[in-house]
């Protein structure tokens, strides 16, 4: 099969479409036709090297950890899926990934695909989504009529840290750019301050809020600067490490880390399939061009969430 992977960290240009050998089912294990494989950043700190001291990866890796595909093989001990079914999944990030056109998926991770739309854009819902889910109901535990701002509202994440929190009956202020302004506002945000045109304090000053969720790399001061926005005794959650060591007014300080649970992401596309949620995918690259993606992630001209189409 063709594969896209790297045999050395480094920049772009390390990575390789090639011929890879195809994945076998082990036990617990199905394989899947891969129809989409979600890009995220954290896909390049990863090749890159800056995380190998937490994700041991065995080389060459194959990238991508978000997938939908259609299992092709069942391996010893799986019961609950058979070959023909469409799923989606949260892949292990230090196992092989689904930048390929086949990738093999431990079966407890799996979750039925949604069955509205088109199952290569569905690679855009697992880990985003369920990192939207944990930080607002797991970490902060978002209740109705709690204001919130989230930060970063125009990214993958915060695309459904919005719908979330405003279904929840919280009320959204997110920042976000002209591109994704009208986007935002449809997913049910109150007010949209446009970061590029007015400073977010300037916009907010004088005001606090229950929540803040931070979704975008801040340097420390600027970390320090949007705890200011926190009421006392509210939360502040960062899904972008490192987070702040403490926090002062009671203001609870909630470092998040996103994790696969297949049966929160059962629950995210069941709304999906109710219409309740909304996939947003702004390109379907071939996988062939893998590299140059990557290449416009870090010169931050990827114009939003992008799905590999072996």
């Given at each position: 099969?063709?594969?896209v992977?790297?045999?050395?960290?480094?920049?772009?240009d390390?990575?390789?479409?090639e011929?890879?050998?195809r994945?076998?089912?082990?036990?617990g294990?199905?394989?899947?036709?891969?129809a989409?494989?979600?890009?995220?950043?954290?896909?390049?700190?990863?090749?890159?090297?800056?995380?190998?001291e937490?994700?041991?990866?065995?080389l060459p890796?194959?990238p991508?950890?978000?997938?939908?595909?259609?299992?092709t093989e069942?391996?010893?001990?799986?019961?609950?899926?058979n070959?023909?079914?469409a799923?989606?999944?949260?892949?292990?990030?230090?196992?092989?990934?689904?930048a390929?056109?086949?990738?093999v998926a431990?079966?407890?991770?799996?979750?039925?695909?949604?069955?509205?739309g088109?199952?290569?854009?569905?690679?855009?819902?697992?880990?985003?989504?369920?990192?939207?889910?944990?930080?607002?109901?797991?970490?902060?535990?978002?209740?109705?009529?709690?204001?919130?701002?989230i930060?970063?509202?125009?990214?993958a994440?915060?695309?459904?840290?919005?719908?979330?929190a405003?279904?929840?009956?919280?009320?959204?202020?997110?920042?976000?750019?002209?591109?994704?302004?009208?986007?935002?506002?449809?997913?049910?945000?109150?007010?949209?301050?446009?970061?590029?045109?007015?400073p977010?304090?300037e916009?907010v000053?004088?005001?606090?809020?229950?929540?803040?969720?931070n979704?975008?790399?801040?340097?420390?001061?600027?970390?320090?600067?949007?705890?200011?926005?926190?009421?006392?005794?509210?939360?502040?959650?960062?899904?972008?490490?490192?987070?702040?060591?403490?926090?002062?007014?009671?203001?609870?300080?909630?470092?998040?880390?996103?994790?696969?649970?297949?049966?929160?992401?059962a629950?995210l596309?069941?709304?999906?399939d109710?219409g309740?949620l909304?996939?947003?995918?702004?390109?379907r690259?071939?996988?062939?061009e893998?590299?140059?993606?990557?290449?416009?992630?870090?010169?931050?001209?990827?114009?939003?969430?992008?799905?590999?189409?072996?």
């Amino acid at each position: 099969m063709k594969a896209v992977r790297f045999h050395s960290y480094g920049d772009s240009d390390v990575l390789v479409h090639e011929e890879s050998d195809r994945p076998q089912a082990g036990a617990g294990q199905v394989v899947l036709r891969v129809a989409g494989a979600g890009v995220n950043p954290v896909d390049a700190s990863l090749r890159a090297g800056y995380v190998r001291e937490v994700f041991k990866l065995a080389l060459p890796h194959v990238p991508c950890y978000d997938v939908a595909g259609v299992i092709t093989e069942v391996g010893d001990g799986v019961s609950d899926w058979n070959v023909g079914d469409a799923v989606v999944t949260w892949l292990p990030i230090d196992g092989p990934g689904a930048a390929a056109e086949y990738a093999v998926a431990p079966a407890k991770t799996l979750t039925a695909a949604p069955r509205t739309g088109d199952l290569p854009d569905a690679a855009a819902l697992p880990s985003v989504a369920l990192t939207a889910w944990q930080a607002l109901f797991e970490h902060v535990g978002l209740t109705a009529g709690q204001t919130v701002l989230i930060n970063g509202a125009g990214g993958a994440v915060g695309g459904y840290a919005v719908q979330l929190a405003a279904q929840a009956g919280a009320s959204v202020t997110a920042t976000a750019g002209a591109g994704s302004r009208d986007r935002v506002r449809s997913y049910g945000a109150e007010r949209i301050i446009d970061y590029t045109a007015t400073p977010l304090q300037e916009a907010v000053a004088g005001e606090q809020f229950d929540v803040v969720l931070n979704l975008v790399f801040l340097s420390p001061a600027e970390l320090t600067q949007l705890v200011d926005l926190v009421v006392d005794g509210g939360a502040f959650a960062n899904t972008v490490p490192p987070g702040l060591a403490h926090t002062e007014r009671g203001v609870r300080n909630l470092q998040v880390f996103g994790r696969s649970d297949a049966g929160q992401l059962a629950e995210l596309v069941a709304r999906v399939d109710a219409g309740d949620l909304k996939i947003h995918v702004a390109q379907r690259r071939p996988l062939t061009e893998l590299r140059a993606v990557h290449e416009e992630l870090a010169a931050q001209k990827l114009p939003g969430k992008t799905v590999l189409i072996p």
